[in-house]
Nanobody, 114 residues
Framework: QGRLVESGGGLVQPGGSLRLSCAAS????????MGWYRQAPGNQRDMVAS???????IYADSVKGRFTISRDNAKNIVYLQMNNLKPDDTAVYYC????????WGQGTQVTVSS
């Protein structure tokens, strides 16, 4: 059974950086499309960034130029490097894997505040 475990969240000041990691097990990671989503209180869960098995990436307009998604197929890990963080980036960040089935992680809290 597939499992995704996120890590790297925390409290950071505006303008700061964080790197989220998502470790995958029990899935066909190298051929899965991996994504990061986020959900703030009272809001829907929205896509932040996605990377295909071929390495093609897409980003939400709100994070373009600040966030970078990458993957390490040898380690079954997908990363989200977040720079120049803003208070509006505060949310629970979820990792998602897609290949026939969809898997979600449990989420990691990111809080951007001074």
């Amino acid at each position: 059974q597939g499992r995704l475990v996120e890590s790297g969240g925390g409290l950071v000041q505006p303008g700061g950086s964080l790197r989220l990691s998502c470790a995958a097990s029990g899935i066909m990671f190298s051929i899965s499309t991996m994504g990061w989503y986020r959900q703030a209180p009272g809001n829907q869960r929205d896509m932040v960034a996605s990377i295909t098995s071929a390495g093609s990436t897409i980003y939400a307009d709100s994070v373009k130029g600040r966030f970078t998604i990458s993957r390490d197929n040898a380690k079954n890990i997908v990363y989200l490097q977040m720079n120049n963080l803003k208070p509006d980036d505060t949310a629970v960040y979820y990792c998602r894997a897609l290949y026939v089935y969809v898997y979600w992680g449990q989420g990691t809290q990111v809080t951007v505040s001074s």
